[in-house]
């Protein structure tokens, strides 16, 4: 099954971009994602790709670069190296649903850029 809408959610706090993402991913709450990932704190693939099989969620492991926005695939999780940190956020059906951002047309501010194809929830 494939999910037909997201509601955006920011993060809690700095560091937790990851949850956030997870979060708009599964309809789980933050507290339910920072539970399963067991951290408050930045997370790294392994943990993101944990939550995403504790939830269900079917994904490709392969991460594959990324520059254009027409490039992406029409659900995935976005790793970002953004001016300030590597970060999550999420691309869903031609916009990008970012954490920290907010909801935006285009990449968010970043120089590299990769991504994980979602293909269902």
């Known amino acids: 099954m494939i999910i037909e809408k997201i509601e955006h959610i920011y993060e809690p706090t700095p560091l937790e971009c990851g949850q956030a993402v997870l979060s708009m991913l599964s309809g789980e709450s933050i507290e339910t994602v920072r ?6 704190r930045e997370t790294t693939l392994k943990q993101m790709f944990y939550a995403l099989d504790m939830f269900g969620i079917s994904y490709d492991k392969e991460r594959k670069e990324v520059l ?3 490039e992406l ?3 995935c999780i976005l790793s970002l190296e ?8 999420l691309y869903f ?3 990008f649903y970012d954490p920290e951002y907010g909801i935006l047309e285009d990449f968010p501010p970043s120089k590299r850029k990769y991504y994980w194809e979602i293909k269902s929830i």
């Open 68 to 70: 254009e926005k027409s």
């Open 93 to 95: 059906k031609g916009t």
């Open 73 to 75: 695939p029409e659900i």
């Open 82 to 89: 953004t001016p300030k940190c590597w970060h999550w956020s």
């Open 35 to 40: 539970k399963t990932v067991e951290t408050n």
